[in-house]
Protein backbone atom coordinates (compact mmCIF):
# COMPACT_ATOMS: atom_id res chain seq x y z
CA UNK A 1 0.00 0.00 0.00
CA UNK A 2 1.18 3.15 -0.58
CA UNK A 3 -0.35 7.14 -0.60
CA UNK A 4 0.75 9.85 -3.93
CA UNK A 5 -1.60 12.68 -2.75
CA UNK A 6 -0.88 15.79 -0.69
CA UNK A 7 -1.52 16.11 2.56
CA UNK A 8 -4.25 18.87 2.88
CA UNK A 9 -5.19 18.57 7.08
CA UNK A 10 -6.15 16.58 9.70
CA UNK A 11 -8.88 13.62 8.85
CA UNK A 12 -12.45 14.71 10.07
CA UNK A 13 -14.58 11.88 11.47
CA UNK A 14 -17.84 10.51 9.88
CA UNK A 15 -21.33 10.79 11.25
CA UNK A 16 -23.58 8.00 10.13
CA UNK A 17 -27.14 9.24 9.67
CA UNK A 18 -28.63 7.85 12.28
CA UNK A 19 -27.12 10.46 14.51
CA UNK A 20 -24.72 8.35 16.64
CA UNK A 21 -21.39 7.16 15.46
CA UNK A 22 -20.92 3.85 13.40
CA UNK A 23 -18.68 1.24 14.44
CA UNK A 24 -16.48 -0.35 11.63
CA UNK A 25 -12.80 -0.02 9.83
CA UNK A 26 -11.47 3.54 8.47
CA UNK A 27 -10.48 3.44 5.39
CA UNK A 28 -6.97 3.76 6.16
CA UNK A 29 -7.64 0.51 8.30
CA UNK A 30 -9.50 -0.94 5.15
CA UNK A 31 -5.97 -0.42 2.84
CA UNK A 32 -4.30 -2.21 5.09
CA UNK A 33 -6.01 -5.83 4.73
CA UNK A 34 -4.33 -8.60 3.41
CA UNK A 35 -6.43 -8.78 -0.12
CA UNK A 36 -5.67 -4.83 -0.71
CA UNK A 37 -2.34 -5.12 -0.01
CA UNK A 38 -0.94 -4.10 -3.60
CA UNK A 39 -4.24 -0.86 -3.74
CA UNK A 40 -2.48 2.60 -4.19
CA UNK A 41 -3.86 5.71 -2.26
CA UNK A 42 -4.23 8.37 -5.57
CA UNK A 43 -6.57 10.69 -3.80
CA UNK A 44 -8.08 12.23 -0.39
CA UNK A 45 -5.16 11.50 1.64
CA UNK A 46 -7.29 13.56 4.58
CA UNK A 47 -10.43 10.90 4.16
CA UNK A 48 -8.37 8.09 6.15
CA UNK A 49 -10.27 8.22 9.24
CA UNK A 50 -13.77 8.01 7.34
CA UNK A 51 -15.49 4.89 8.53
CA UNK A 52 -16.54 1.90 6.42
CA UNK A 53 -19.64 0.54 7.64
CA UNK A 54 -20.66 -1.80 4.41
CA UNK A 55 -19.56 -2.00 1.13
CA UNK A 56 -20.91 -2.10 -2.53
CA UNK A 57 -20.68 -2.62 -6.13
CA UNK A 58 -20.96 -0.55 -8.79
CA UNK A 59 -21.64 -2.09 -12.14
CA UNK A 60 -25.15 -0.19 -13.24
CA UNK A 61 -25.09 3.67 -14.45
CA UNK A 62 -27.52 4.56 -11.69
CA UNK A 63 -25.84 3.47 -8.88
CA UNK A 64 -26.38 6.43 -6.56
CA UNK A 65 -29.70 5.72 -6.26
CA UNK A 66 -28.72 2.91 -4.52
CA UNK A 67 -25.45 3.70 -2.60
CA UNK A 68 -25.99 4.68 1.56
CA UNK A 69 -23.14 6.61 4.34
CA UNK A 70 -20.60 5.25 5.09
CA UNK A 71 -19.76 2.83 2.21
CA UNK A 72 -16.65 1.66 0.67
CA UNK A 73 -17.59 1.27 -3.33
CA UNK A 74 -15.84 -1.02 -5.92
CA UNK A 75 -16.21 -0.67 -9.04
CA UNK A 76 -14.26 -1.23 -12.64
CA UNK A 77 -15.74 1.19 -14.28
CA UNK A 78 -17.60 -0.11 -16.83
CA UNK A 79 -20.90 1.87 -16.36
CA UNK A 80 -18.43 5.04 -16.90
CA UNK A 81 -16.65 4.05 -19.86
CA UNK A 82 -18.29 5.97 -22.18
CA UNK A 83 -19.40 9.08 -20.57
CA UNK A 84 -15.78 10.23 -19.23
CA UNK A 85 -17.25 13.76 -18.91
CA UNK A 86 -18.79 12.46 -15.92
CA UNK A 87 -16.24 11.42 -13.71
CA UNK A 88 -15.75 15.13 -12.62
CA UNK A 89 -18.92 14.99 -10.77
CA UNK A 90 -18.81 11.80 -9.63
CA UNK A 91 -16.64 12.42 -6.26
CA UNK A 92 -18.69 15.22 -5.30
CA UNK A 93 -22.35 13.39 -5.76
CA UNK A 94 -20.66 10.28 -4.08
CA UNK A 95 -19.07 12.73 -1.26
CA UNK A 96 -22.36 14.63 -0.85
CA UNK A 97 -24.46 11.13 -0.46
CA UNK A 98 -21.86 10.16 2.86
CA UNK A 99 -19.56 7.25 1.52
CA UNK A 100 -16.66 6.49 2.96
CA UNK A 101 -14.25 5.94 -0.30
CA UNK A 102 -14.49 4.70 -4.03
CA UNK A 103 -11.99 1.85 -5.18
CA UNK A 104 -11.39 1.28 -8.83
CA UNK A 105 -9.95 -0.87 -10.96
CA UNK A 106 -8.44 0.38 -14.18
CA UNK A 107 -7.19 -1.30 -17.55
CA UNK A 108 -10.39 -3.23 -18.65
CA UNK A 109 -12.54 -0.07 -19.03
CA UNK A 110 -11.14 2.88 -18.22
CA UNK A 111 -7.49 3.93 -18.19
CA UNK A 112 -6.95 6.57 -16.05
CA UNK A 113 -8.91 8.72 -13.92
CA UNK A 114 -8.97 12.42 -15.12
CA UNK A 115 -6.65 15.34 -12.80
CA UNK A 116 -9.95 17.22 -12.38
CA UNK A 117 -11.44 14.12 -10.45
CA UNK A 118 -8.33 13.36 -8.50
CA UNK A 119 -7.85 17.05 -7.51
CA UNK A 120 -11.59 17.71 -6.36
CA UNK A 121 -10.91 14.21 -3.82
CA UNK A 122 -7.88 15.67 -2.80
CA UNK A 123 -10.37 19.05 -2.17
CA UNK A 124 -12.69 16.72 -0.04
CA UNK A 125 -10.85 14.32 1.45
CA UNK A 126 -12.93 12.15 -0.10
CA UNK A 127 -10.25 8.83 -1.08
CA UNK A 128 -9.60 7.30 -3.86
CA UNK A 129 -7.91 4.38 -4.16
CA UNK A 130 -6.60 2.03 -7.15
CA UNK A 131 -7.57 -1.40 -6.81
CA UNK A 132 -4.43 -4.33 -8.45
CA UNK A 133 -5.70 -6.01 -11.05
CA UNK A 134 -5.44 -9.73 -9.15
CA UNK A 135 -7.90 -9.15 -6.68
CA UNK A 136 -11.39 -10.11 -7.09
CA UNK A 137 -14.45 -8.08 -5.66
CA UNK A 138 -15.54 -11.51 -3.94
CA UNK A 139 -12.05 -11.47 -2.21
CA UNK A 140 -12.31 -7.57 -0.75
CA UNK A 141 -15.65 -8.24 0.24
CA UNK A 142 -15.16 -11.17 2.16
CA UNK A 143 -12.23 -10.12 4.30
CA UNK A 144 -13.85 -6.67 5.01
CA UNK A 145 -17.43 -7.41 5.93
CA UNK A 146 -15.46 -10.53 8.09
CA UNK A 147 -13.03 -7.38 9.60
CA UNK A 148 -15.89 -5.22 10.18
CA UNK A 149 -17.81 -7.67 12.05
CA UNK A 150 -15.44 -8.60 14.30
CA UNK A 151 -14.40 -5.04 15.18
CA UNK A 152 -18.35 -4.17 15.66
CA UNK A 153 -18.41 -7.83 17.94
CA UNK A 154 -15.71 -6.26 20.01
CA UNK A 155 -16.38 -3.13 20.79
CA UNK A 156 -19.98 -4.09 21.45
CA UNK A 157 -18.54 -6.61 24.03
CA UNK A 158 -16.54 -3.82 25.28
CA UNK A 159 -19.50 -1.66 25.76
CA UNK A 160 -21.79 -4.37 27.12
CA UNK A 161 -18.81 -4.74 30.03
CA UNK A 162 -18.79 -1.74 30.73
CA UNK A 163 -22.12 -0.91 31.06
CA UNK A 164 -22.63 -3.78 33.67
CA UNK A 165 -19.85 -2.41 35.49
CA UNK A 166 -21.47 0.82 35.62
CA UNK A 167 -24.30 -0.09 36.61
CA UNK A 168 -23.26 -2.49 39.37
CA UNK A 169 -21.49 0.85 40.58
CA UNK A 170 -24.42 2.68 40.74
CA UNK A 171 -26.50 -0.64 42.49
CA UNK A 172 -23.95 -0.82 45.30
CA UNK A 173 -24.44 2.72 45.89
CA UNK A 174 -22.46 5.05 43.58
CA UNK A 175 -22.91 8.46 42.44
CA UNK A 176 -21.97 10.22 39.66
CA UNK A 177 -18.61 10.56 41.16
CA UNK A 178 -17.50 6.86 40.92
CA UNK A 179 -19.50 6.62 37.77
CA UNK A 180 -16.93 8.91 36.21
CA UNK A 181 -14.29 7.79 38.08
CA UNK A 182 -14.26 4.01 36.14
CA UNK A 183 -14.95 6.21 33.17
CA UNK A 184 -11.65 7.89 33.45
CA UNK A 185 -10.26 4.80 34.19
CA UNK A 186 -11.26 2.68 30.93
CA UNK A 187 -10.55 5.80 29.04
CA UNK A 188 -7.44 6.96 30.22
CA UNK A 189 -9.05 10.57 29.33
CA UNK A 190 -10.56 13.44 32.09
CA UNK A 191 -13.98 12.80 32.10
CA UNK A 192 -16.26 15.39 33.74
CA UNK A 193 -20.40 15.26 33.97
CA UNK A 194 -22.32 18.78 33.43
CA UNK A 195 -25.50 20.29 34.61
CA UNK A 196 -27.61 22.04 31.74
CA UNK A 197 -26.05 25.54 32.70
CA UNK A 198 -22.07 24.04 32.40
CA UNK A 199 -21.60 23.59 36.22
CA UNK A 200 -19.44 20.61 36.51
CA UNK A 201 -21.62 18.03 39.08
CA UNK A 202 -18.40 15.45 38.99
CA UNK A 203 -14.86 15.24 37.28
CA UNK A 204 -12.44 12.73 37.55
CA UNK A 205 -8.51 12.74 35.61
CA UNK A 206 -5.68 15.49 36.17
CA UNK A 207 -6.77 18.70 37.39
CA UNK A 208 -5.69 21.24 35.12
CA UNK A 209 -7.86 18.90 32.19
CA UNK A 210 -10.78 18.70 34.68
CA UNK A 211 -10.34 22.60 35.23
CA UNK A 212 -9.76 23.28 30.92
CA UNK A 213 -12.93 21.57 30.99
CA UNK A 214 -15.09 24.29 32.88
CA UNK A 215 -14.67 26.80 30.15
CA UNK A 216 -15.78 24.33 27.27
CA UNK A 217 -19.11 25.38 25.99
CA UNK A 218 -20.43 21.71 25.64
CA UNK A 219 -23.81 22.88 24.89
CA UNK A 220 -23.02 24.50 22.11
CA UNK A 221 -20.20 21.97 21.20
CA UNK A 222 -22.75 19.21 21.79
CA UNK A 223 -21.49 16.60 19.10
CA UNK A 224 -24.91 14.05 20.41
CA UNK A 225 -28.50 13.98 19.83
CA UNK A 226 -29.89 15.55 17.07
CA UNK A 227 -27.07 16.92 15.52
CA UNK A 228 -24.89 13.75 15.71
CA UNK A 229 -21.97 12.45 17.72
CA UNK A 230 -18.37 13.11 17.39
CA UNK A 231 -15.05 13.41 18.53
CA UNK A 232 -14.48 18.11 18.78
CA UNK A 233 -11.15 19.18 17.72
CA UNK A 234 -10.54 21.88 20.27
CA UNK A 235 -8.80 24.76 18.45
CA UNK A 236 -5.81 22.19 17.68
CA UNK A 237 -5.28 21.84 21.74
CA UNK A 238 -6.68 18.45 22.40
CA UNK A 239 -10.20 16.28 21.45
CA UNK A 240 -13.74 16.41 23.35
CA UNK A 241 -16.02 13.35 23.27
CA UNK A 242 -19.23 14.91 24.19
CA UNK A 243 -22.78 12.41 24.82
CA UNK A 244 -25.93 14.58 26.34
CA UNK A 245 -27.18 13.43 29.96
CA UNK A 246 -30.47 12.66 28.73
CA UNK A 247 -33.88 11.08 31.30
CA UNK A 248 -37.30 11.02 29.76
CA UNK A 249 -37.29 13.68 27.27
CA UNK A 250 -35.50 15.93 29.84
CA UNK A 251 -31.72 17.46 28.80
CA UNK A 252 -30.11 16.70 32.35
CA UNK A 253 -26.41 18.26 30.81
CA UNK A 254 -23.52 16.67 29.15
CA UNK A 255 -20.77 13.85 29.78
CA UNK A 256 -17.26 15.40 28.14
CA UNK A 257 -14.23 13.26 27.64
CA UNK A 258 -11.14 15.39 27.10
CA UNK A 259 -7.54 14.14 25.92
CA UNK A 260 -4.77 17.05 25.12
CA UNK A 261 -2.62 14.33 23.57
CA UNK A 262 -5.80 13.18 20.77
CA UNK A 263 -6.16 9.80 22.06
CA UNK A 264 -9.58 9.40 21.79
CA UNK A 265 -11.46 6.94 19.61
CA UNK A 266 -14.68 7.08 17.52
CA UNK A 267 -14.87 3.39 19.41
CA UNK A 268 -14.61 4.86 22.85
CA UNK A 269 -18.31 6.66 22.38
CA UNK A 270 -19.80 3.58 22.79
CA UNK A 271 -18.69 3.31 26.21
CA UNK A 272 -19.11 7.12 26.81
CA UNK A 273 -22.99 6.84 25.89
CA UNK A 274 -23.44 4.14 27.99
CA UNK A 275 -21.83 6.28 31.14
CA UNK A 276 -24.78 8.90 29.60
CA UNK A 277 -27.21 6.44 30.41
CA UNK A 278 -26.19 5.71 33.94
CA UNK A 279 -25.36 9.31 34.74
CA UNK A 280 -29.20 9.65 33.32
CA UNK A 281 -30.11 7.18 36.31
CA UNK A 282 -27.86 8.41 39.08
CA UNK A 283 -29.34 12.15 38.24
CA UNK A 284 -33.03 10.99 38.36
CA UNK A 285 -32.34 9.19 41.05
CA UNK A 286 -30.72 12.77 43.17
CA UNK A 287 -33.93 14.37 41.60
CA UNK A 288 -36.65 12.46 42.97
CA UNK A 289 -34.69 11.93 46.42
CA UNK A 290 -33.93 15.92 46.35
CA UNK A 291 -37.37 16.28 45.61
CA UNK A 292 -38.57 14.64 48.59
CA UNK A 293 -36.41 15.81 51.48
CA UNK A 294 -37.00 19.44 49.59
CA UNK A 295 -41.02 19.03 50.10
CA UNK A 296 -40.10 17.08 53.62
CA UNK A 297 -38.19 20.78 54.48
CA UNK A 298 -40.84 23.00 53.35
CA UNK A 299 -43.82 21.18 54.68
CA UNK A 300 -41.71 21.44 57.82
CA UNK A 301 -40.59 25.10 57.48
CA UNK A 302 -44.43 26.05 56.74
CA UNK A 303 -45.86 24.46 59.51
CA UNK A 304 -43.18 26.63 61.72
CA UNK A 305 -44.32 30.17 59.72
CA UNK A 306 -48.06 28.63 60.69
CA UNK A 307 -47.29 28.11 64.09
CA UNK A 308 -48.03 24.25 64.32
CA UNK A 309 -45.04 23.16 64.67
CA UNK A 310 -44.31 22.41 68.74
CA UNK A 311 -42.58 25.04 70.90
CA UNK A 312 -38.73 26.23 70.72
CA UNK A 313 -37.02 23.40 71.87
CA UNK A 314 -38.97 21.02 69.38
CA UNK A 315 -38.76 23.03 66.05
CA UNK A 316 -35.01 23.89 66.91
CA UNK A 317 -34.06 19.98 67.10
CA UNK A 318 -36.15 19.46 64.65
CA UNK A 319 -34.10 22.17 62.66
CA UNK A 320 -30.62 20.65 63.41
CA UNK A 321 -31.34 17.47 61.46
CA UNK A 322 -31.97 20.02 58.29
CA UNK A 323 -28.74 21.48 59.68
CA UNK A 324 -30.84 25.01 60.07
CA UNK A 325 -29.76 26.90 63.30
CA UNK A 326 -32.78 29.01 64.42
CA UNK A 327 -31.05 28.73 67.86
CA UNK A 328 -29.94 32.80 67.35
CA UNK A 329 -31.38 35.82 66.31
CA UNK A 330 -33.08 35.59 62.93
CA UNK A 331 -34.99 37.37 60.34
CA UNK A 332 -37.23 36.20 57.46
CA UNK A 333 -36.52 37.03 53.84
CA UNK A 334 -39.71 36.76 51.24
CA UNK A 335 -38.95 36.83 47.54
CA UNK A 336 -41.78 36.78 45.32
CA UNK A 337 -41.96 37.11 41.15
CA UNK A 338 -43.37 40.48 39.68
CA UNK A 339 -45.41 40.27 36.69
CA UNK A 340 -46.91 37.62 37.96
CA UNK A 341 -50.27 36.32 35.56
CA UNK A 342 -53.49 37.44 36.75
CA UNK A 343 -55.58 34.20 38.87
CA UNK A 344 -52.28 33.04 40.57
CA UNK A 345 -52.51 35.16 43.33
CA UNK A 346 -49.94 35.79 45.68
CA UNK A 347 -48.64 33.71 48.36
CA UNK A 348 -51.05 32.79 50.61
CA UNK A 349 -50.05 33.33 54.44
CA UNK A 350 -49.64 29.96 56.26
CA UNK A 351 -52.04 31.62 58.86
CA UNK A 352 -54.21 32.84 56.63
CA UNK A 353 -57.95 32.04 57.57
CA UNK A 354 -58.53 30.56 54.49
CA UNK A 355 -56.26 28.61 55.33
CA UNK A 356 -56.95 24.43 54.57
CA UNK A 357 -54.66 23.07 57.04
CA UNK A 358 -52.03 21.94 55.32
CA UNK A 359 -50.36 25.50 54.29
CA UNK A 360 -52.09 25.91 50.73
CA UNK A 361 -55.03 28.41 50.61
CA UNK A 362 -58.12 27.68 48.79
CA UNK A 363 -58.21 27.23 45.57
CA UNK A 364 -54.35 25.08 45.68
CA UNK A 365 -53.92 22.23 44.46
CA UNK A 366 -51.69 19.64 45.61
CA UNK A 367 -48.24 20.87 44.10
CA UNK A 368 -48.80 24.67 45.16
CA UNK A 369 -50.03 26.31 41.97
CA UNK A 370 -53.55 27.49 42.07
CA UNK A 371 -56.55 25.91 39.78
CA UNK A 372 -55.85 25.25 36.18
CA UNK A 373 -51.83 25.67 36.87
CA UNK A 374 -49.42 27.81 36.16
CA UNK A 375 -47.64 28.06 32.47
CA UNK A 376 -45.06 26.09 32.48
CA UNK A 377 -42.88 29.50 31.57
CA UNK A 378 -43.92 30.82 35.22
CA UNK A 379 -42.98 26.98 37.01
CA UNK A 380 -39.76 27.41 35.44
CA UNK A 381 -38.69 30.75 36.73
CA UNK A 382 -40.23 29.92 40.50
CA UNK A 383 -37.97 27.02 40.74
CA UNK A 384 -35.46 28.87 38.92
CA UNK A 385 -35.95 31.97 41.74
CA UNK A 386 -35.67 28.90 44.33
CA UNK A 387 -32.73 27.92 43.11
CA UNK A 388 -30.94 31.20 42.91
CA UNK A 389 -31.97 31.68 46.73
CA UNK A 390 -30.68 28.71 47.72
CA UNK A 391 -27.56 28.80 46.29
CA UNK A 392 -27.06 32.46 47.33
CA UNK A 393 -28.76 31.99 50.90
CA UNK A 394 -25.98 28.63 51.80
CA UNK A 395 -23.05 30.67 50.73
CA UNK A 396 -23.54 33.18 52.82
CA UNK A 397 -24.99 31.34 55.61
CA UNK A 398 -24.96 27.82 56.06
CA UNK A 399 -27.49 27.86 58.75
CA UNK A 400 -30.20 29.36 57.06
CA UNK A 401 -33.55 27.86 56.27
CA UNK A 402 -34.65 28.10 52.96
CA UNK A 403 -37.68 26.82 50.84
CA UNK A 404 -39.98 27.54 47.94
CA UNK A 405 -43.76 27.71 48.31
CA UNK A 406 -46.45 27.99 45.82
CA UNK A 407 -45.49 31.58 44.76
CA UNK A 408 -42.83 32.94 46.80
CA UNK A 409 -39.63 31.70 48.39
CA UNK A 410 -38.69 32.19 51.95
CA UNK A 411 -35.66 32.17 53.82
CA UNK A 412 -34.68 32.48 57.35
CA UNK A 413 -31.21 33.67 57.73
CA UNK A 414 -29.05 34.94 60.89
CA UNK A 415 -29.55 38.85 62.06
CA UNK A 416 -27.14 41.07 63.58
CA UNK A 417 -29.40 43.15 65.20
CA UNK A 418 -31.82 43.07 62.40
CA UNK A 419 -31.14 46.78 61.59
CA UNK A 420 -33.03 48.40 58.59
CA UNK A 421 -29.54 49.42 57.18
CA UNK A 422 -28.64 45.90 56.62
CA UNK A 423 -30.83 46.28 53.55
CA UNK A 424 -27.64 48.33 52.33
CA UNK A 425 -24.73 46.69 53.68
CA UNK A 426 -23.69 43.17 55.31
CA UNK A 427 -24.54 39.62 54.20
CA UNK A 428 -28.15 40.43 53.09
CA UNK A 429 -27.59 42.93 50.76
CA UNK A 430 -24.79 40.50 49.59
CA UNK A 431 -27.56 37.61 49.48
CA UNK A 432 -30.13 39.79 47.12
CA UNK A 433 -27.41 41.04 45.02
CA UNK A 434 -25.82 37.08 44.65
CA UNK A 435 -29.22 35.85 44.33
CA UNK A 436 -30.33 38.55 41.71
CA UNK A 437 -27.24 38.08 39.55
CA UNK A 438 -28.13 34.23 39.70
CA UNK A 439 -31.62 34.57 39.40
CA UNK A 440 -30.64 36.58 35.69
CA UNK A 441 -28.17 34.38 34.18
CA UNK A 442 -29.22 31.99 30.88
CA UNK A 443 -33.09 33.51 31.51
CA UNK A 444 -34.96 33.27 28.22
CA UNK A 445 -37.35 36.26 28.85
CA UNK A 446 -36.26 39.25 31.58
CA UNK A 447 -37.87 38.73 34.90
CA UNK A 448 -37.73 40.03 38.06
CA UNK A 449 -38.64 39.52 42.08
CA UNK A 450 -39.66 41.77 44.82
CA UNK A 451 -37.80 41.13 48.24
CA UNK A 452 -39.65 41.57 51.75
CA UNK A 453 -37.97 41.39 55.22
CA UNK A 454 -38.75 41.15 58.70
CA UNK A 455 -37.99 42.58 61.96
CA UNK A 456 -35.36 40.21 63.76
CA UNK A 457 -36.66 37.49 66.32
CA UNK A 458 -34.88 35.57 68.55
CA UNK A 459 -37.40 32.64 69.14
CA UNK A 460 -39.26 30.07 66.45
CA UNK A 461 -41.76 30.83 68.21
CA UNK A 462 -41.87 34.26 66.84
CA UNK A 463 -41.32 33.66 63.10
CA UNK A 464 -45.59 33.55 62.00
CA UNK A 465 -45.41 37.08 62.73
CA UNK A 466 -42.15 38.02 61.61
CA UNK A 467 -42.86 35.73 58.37
CA UNK A 468 -46.29 37.84 58.15
CA UNK A 469 -44.02 41.11 58.08
CA UNK A 470 -41.85 40.17 55.08
CA UNK A 471 -45.04 39.24 53.11
CA UNK A 472 -46.13 42.73 53.98
CA UNK A 473 -42.95 44.20 53.41
CA UNK A 474 -42.50 42.40 49.77
CA UNK A 475 -46.33 43.85 49.03
CA UNK A 476 -46.49 46.87 50.31
CA UNK A 477 -42.61 47.69 48.25
CA UNK A 478 -43.96 46.22 45.02
CA UNK A 479 -46.68 48.51 45.11
CA UNK A 480 -45.02 51.49 46.43
CA UNK A 481 -41.67 51.08 44.00
CA UNK A 482 -42.58 48.66 41.44
CA UNK A 483 -40.76 45.82 40.25
CA UNK A 484 -37.63 44.92 41.95
CA UNK A 485 -38.80 46.23 44.91
CA UNK A 486 -36.25 45.67 48.22
CA UNK A 487 -38.24 46.39 51.55
CA UNK A 488 -38.02 46.26 55.24
CA UNK A 489 -40.61 46.32 57.26
CA UNK A 490 -39.63 49.12 59.38
CA UNK A 491 -38.71 50.88 56.11
CA UNK A 492 -42.73 50.91 55.40
CA UNK A 493 -43.24 54.07 57.77
CA UNK A 494 -46.93 54.66 57.93
CA UNK A 495 -47.89 52.07 55.96
CA UNK A 496 -46.58 49.56 58.22
CA UNK A 497 -48.93 50.66 60.30
CA UNK A 498 -51.91 50.33 58.02
CA UNK A 499 -50.53 47.26 57.19
CA UNK A 500 -51.18 45.98 60.94
CA UNK A 501 -54.84 46.55 61.30
CA UNK A 502 -56.37 43.25 60.96
CA UNK A 503 -59.42 44.00 59.60
CA UNK A 504 -59.27 44.89 55.60
CA UNK A 505 -63.07 46.22 56.00
CA UNK A 506 -62.59 48.95 58.34
CA UNK A 507 -59.62 50.28 56.62
CA UNK A 508 -61.67 50.78 53.06
CA UNK A 509 -64.72 51.91 55.52
CA UNK A 510 -62.73 54.64 56.80
CA UNK A 511 -61.60 55.49 53.14
CA UNK A 512 -65.42 55.26 51.94
CA UNK A 513 -66.36 57.63 54.73
CA UNK A 514 -63.13 60.39 54.36
CA UNK A 515 -63.37 60.16 50.44
CA UNK A 516 -66.76 59.60 50.20
CA UNK A 517 -67.26 59.75 46.27
CA UNK A 518 -63.71 60.20 45.61
CA UNK A 519 -62.89 56.53 46.72
CA UNK A 520 -64.72 55.17 43.37
CA UNK A 521 -62.67 54.35 40.53
CA UNK A 522 -66.17 54.19 38.14
CA UNK A 523 -66.03 58.53 36.91
CA UNK A 524 -62.96 59.58 35.37
CA UNK A 525 -63.89 63.31 37.03
CA UNK A 526 -63.71 61.69 40.15
CA UNK A 527 -60.77 60.20 39.93
CA UNK A 528 -59.34 63.15 38.37
CA UNK A 529 -59.81 65.55 41.25
CA UNK A 530 -58.55 63.08 43.92
CA UNK A 531 -55.13 63.13 42.09
CA UNK A 532 -55.61 66.85 42.45
CA UNK A 533 -56.17 66.17 46.12
CA UNK A 534 -53.09 64.11 46.07
CA UNK A 535 -50.58 66.44 44.55
CA UNK A 536 -52.08 69.43 46.64
CA UNK A 537 -51.34 67.29 50.18
CA UNK A 538 -48.31 65.95 48.65
CA UNK A 539 -47.35 69.98 48.61
CA UNK A 540 -48.60 70.83 51.65
CA UNK A 541 -51.07 73.18 50.07
CA UNK A 542 -49.01 74.82 47.45
CA UNK A 543 -50.91 76.30 45.35
CA UNK A 544 -48.26 77.47 42.91
CA UNK A 545 -46.36 74.04 42.90
CA UNK A 546 -49.47 71.65 42.43
CA UNK A 547 -50.46 73.79 39.50
CA UNK A 548 -46.86 73.86 38.00
CA UNK A 549 -47.28 69.87 38.37
CA UNK A 550 -50.58 69.07 37.24
CA UNK A 551 -50.10 71.49 34.48
CA UNK A 552 -53.24 73.38 35.32
CA UNK A 553 -54.09 77.49 35.60
CA UNK A 554 -53.70 78.61 38.48
CA UNK A 555 -57.40 80.20 38.38
CA UNK A 556 -58.40 76.56 37.36
CA UNK A 557 -56.77 75.17 40.23
CA UNK A 558 -57.69 77.75 42.63
CA UNK A 559 -61.50 76.38 41.19
CA UNK A 560 -61.25 72.79 41.73
CA UNK A 561 -59.78 73.55 45.59
CA UNK A 562 -63.51 75.05 45.75
CA UNK A 563 -64.84 71.75 44.68
CA UNK A 564 -63.03 69.32 46.48
CA UNK A 565 -63.60 71.26 50.12
CA UNK A 566 -67.75 71.34 49.27
CA UNK A 567 -67.42 68.04 48.50
CA UNK A 568 -64.96 67.21 51.40
CA UNK A 569 -64.78 70.04 54.20
CA UNK A 570 -62.28 72.79 54.44
CA UNK A 571 -59.39 70.96 54.29
CA UNK A 572 -57.52 73.91 53.58
CA UNK A 573 -57.81 75.16 57.06
CA UNK A 574 -58.26 71.81 58.98
CA UNK A 575 -54.95 69.92 59.73
CA UNK A 576 -56.69 67.17 61.41
CA UNK A 577 -58.98 66.78 58.29
CA UNK A 578 -56.53 66.58 56.17
CA UNK A 579 -54.53 64.03 58.13
CA UNK A 580 -57.30 61.95 57.74
CA UNK A 581 -57.52 62.56 54.07
CA UNK A 582 -53.89 61.86 53.71
CA UNK A 583 -54.59 58.02 55.46
CA UNK A 584 -57.43 57.66 53.28
CA UNK A 585 -55.11 58.10 50.12
CA UNK A 586 -52.45 56.16 51.10
CA UNK A 587 -54.98 53.20 51.90
CA UNK A 588 -56.23 53.74 48.46
CA UNK A 589 -52.46 53.05 47.29
CA UNK A 590 -52.28 49.74 49.36
CA UNK A 591 -55.47 48.05 47.51
CA UNK A 592 -54.55 44.90 46.57
CA UNK A 593 -51.72 44.20 49.13
Keep these: MS ?18 LTYGLSVGEVLGVSTLNGARLIA ?4 LERIVQRLNVMEVPDILSWVKPNELLLTTGYPLRNTPQSLGNLVADLDERGLAALAIKLGRYLDSLPAEMIAQADRRGFPLILLPNDVGFDDILNQVLTDILNRQAAVLARTEEVHRALVHIVLCGGGLQEVVDEVATLLEVAVVVLDGEQRVLAGAGPDEHVEAMRAF ?26 VPVMAGGFDHGRIVAFSPDGTLRGTDLGILERAA ?27 ILAGRAGDDDRVIAHCDGFGWDLDRPVMVIVAELDGRPRGTGGPVPATAPENDGKGRGKGADSDGGTRGGRGIEERSAQERLAAAWTTAVRRHDRGAAVASFAHEVVAIVGADGGDPAELTAGPVQAMLKEASSIFAEHLPVRRTFSTGISRMVSSP ?19 LN ?13 YRLLSLVSDPEELHAFVRETLGDLAADDEPELVDLRRTLQVLLETNLNVAETARRLHFHYNTLRYRIGKLERMLGAFTEDAHLRLNLTLALHVLRMRGI
Design 217 to 242: DAGRHAACGRGGCGIIGAHGTGDHLV
Design 44 to 47: GRAG
Design 461 to 479: TALPEAYEQAVKAVRVGRQ
Design 3 to 20: YTSADPGPPALRLASTGT
Design 277 to 303: TVAALVVTKQQAVAAVESKYRADFLRD
Design 482 to 494: GAGARAHFDQLGV
